[in-house]
């Protein structure tokens, strides 16, 4: 994603010139199933029935459609396969709601640049759908709520990028499924979700966000067989995880990315610990406080063992109720300067971890240390 931030200012750029220049459609003559070809602003709620056919579609390039404060939103009691706003060029949806389809917003191939701006979507079947090819979305200022979920894919048939910033997700069910995309989350808070991450197959980096409430934070499943059913990458920076029922649902209890990267972040009074499966991990800065676990790395359950290995420096485990910092063998992180204190358990339980030293621990009730050595102080 090394080009993203380059790519978000191009957008924003494209837009200020996109909603100044051309003339726009009059909103009064906007009806239900209406095909835009030029800037659009509606000047009322559009109501519209529950059918196959897209309330909107949208196929002119680089056009805004600007709701104007108003409401999209299915008419019926029956969701069926209704569309919302379905999108199949280049430009940017703002400034409304999405009420009550069974997709809200769909983007279709032929569109690869995309733009969502303080858009509420609100009790869609699916609020953002990618249905086909590889494009780059951008979504900024939104919300997301009461969604059975908040953002999805056609399976092996759409890929590309998902940009998240100062966004806001409530009592969806499912927040992002994510499938061949890279996830980048910023400034975003996740409160109330049955579940915020199902990552099946891509890349998920959360920066200076969120995470309190939910029923599960993530669940992120290996799959032993060697199938598509992994996650590449996760990661948390800058970042609150609290409050949260369990971090994993039960039936999938072990987050399973290849690599797992947590800088700097604050895992506090979660119903569970984070039992997390890798190969490499890089752990730093992050405190675990007062969950009812802390920290358990392991390998993952391939079928070709591969070791897990990687850094755990500089962590704080606090007063969780079972051990605060568990290595299950063969795993061999390098553990060095992290801090243990009054948790239930272990301190720190590592027998087969490198130990790079400057470990502390002391008033765990299981004991301080073991694999590796630690001082009071």
């Known amino acids: 994603m090394s080009q993203v931030r380059d790519w978000v ?53 680089g056009i805004v459609l600007d709701l104007g404060g108003h409401t999209v939103r299915r008419s019926g009691p029956a969701m069926g396969d209704s569309q919302g706003i379905v999108v199949e060029a280049n430009g940017t949806v703002r400034n409304g709601t999405i009420r009550g389809f069974r997709w809200g917003y769909v983007l279709d191939s032929g569109a690869d640049n995309v733009r969502l701006h303080e858009l509420s979507l609100v009790d869609n079947g699916t609020a953002i759908y990618h249905r086909g090819g590889y494009a780059r979305f951008l979504i900024t200022n939104s919300s997301l709520r009461g969604n059975t979920t908040g953002m999805s894919s056609a ?57 309190a409430m939910n029923t599960a934070v993530g669940s992120l ?23 949260n029922t369990a971090l994993a649902p039960p039936e999938a209890p072990v987050w399973g990315p290849f690599r797992f990267v947590m800088r700097n972040s604050w895992v506090v ?49 606090l007063r969780n109720a079972s051990d605060g910092f568990r290595v299950l063998a063969p795993s061999t992180p390098t553990v060095v300067g992290n801090t243990a204190m009054n948790n239930v358990g272990w301190g720190i339980h590592a027998p087969t971890a490198y130990d790079a030293g400057g470990n502390v621990a002391r008033g765990n009730g299981a004991g301080n240390c073991e694999g590796v050595a630690c001082s009071a102080f």
């Open 269 to 317: 009074n979660n119903g569970s610990g984070l039992h997390a499966g890798s190969r490499t991990v890089y752990l730093e800065g992050n405190t675990f406080w007062d969950n009812a676990g802390g920290l358990t790395l392991a390998d993952l359950p391939e079928t070709v063992p591969y070791p897990l290995t990687g850094i755990v420096r500089g962590n704080h485990f």
């Open 155 to 211: 399976f092996d048939e759409a890929t590309g990028e998902f940009n998240i910033r100062s966004s806001f997700f409530t009592g969806n069910g499912r927040v992002m499924f994510v499938d061949a995309h890279d996830v980048d989350v910023v400034e975003s808070t996740f409160n109330s979700n049955e579940n915020v991450i199902e990552c099946f197959n891509g890349n998920i980096r959360i920066r200076s966000s969120t995470l």
């Open 221 to 243: 499943a290996f799959d032993p067989a060697g199938g598509f059913d992994f996650c590449a990458e996760l990661r948390f920076e800058d970042t609150m995880i609290a409050n």
């Open 9 to 61: 200012g191009a957008v924003a750029l494209a837009s200020v010139f996109m909603e100044g220049g051309a003339a726009q459609a009059e909103g009064n003559a906007v009806q239900c199933g209406d095909t835009l070809t030029q800037h659009t602003r509606l000047t009322r709620d559009l109501v519209c029935p529950g059918t196959e056919a897209p309330a909107l579609r949208v196929v002119g390039e």
